[in-house]
Nanobody, 116 residues
């Protein structure tokens, strides 16, 4: 059974940067064969996919984060990253990672708060 452990969140001022990490554990789950995604859920809103990366390294972003966020992966560490730049208050949410297709159980997520 896979477990996702997200980390790296925190409080940051508008315009600041954060890098999130998601470590996947579990003998049968190797991120290199999956399209992985970063999702976020803001208070009172549905969880949304904001960035994804295929096994081949092709990336895709939602319009709201395009040009500001960068998703990457380290297959050797079984870890997915999300570099977030030029953060805005509307980026405030709990961030999660998961497979895009055949999602597994959600981790606890990591809180990102953008506020002055």
């Amino acid at each position: 059974q896979v477990q996702f452990v997200e980390s790296g969140g925190g409080l940051v001022q508008p315009g600041g940067s954060l890098t999130l990490s998601c470590a996947a554990s579990g003998r049968s789950f190797n991120i290199n064969i999956y399209t992985m995604g970063w999702y976020r859920q803001a208070p009172g809103k549905q969880r949304e996919l904001v960035a994804s990366i295929t096994s081949g390294g092709r990336t895709n972003y939602s319009d709201s984060v395009k040009g500001r966020f960068t998703i990457s992966r380290d297959n050797a560490k079984n870890t997915v990253y999300l570099q977030m730049n030029s953060l805005k208050p509307e980026d405030t949410a709990v961030y999660y990672c998961n497979a895009v297709i055949n999602r597994r159980s959600w981790g606890q997520g990591t809180q990102v708060t953008v506020s002055s």
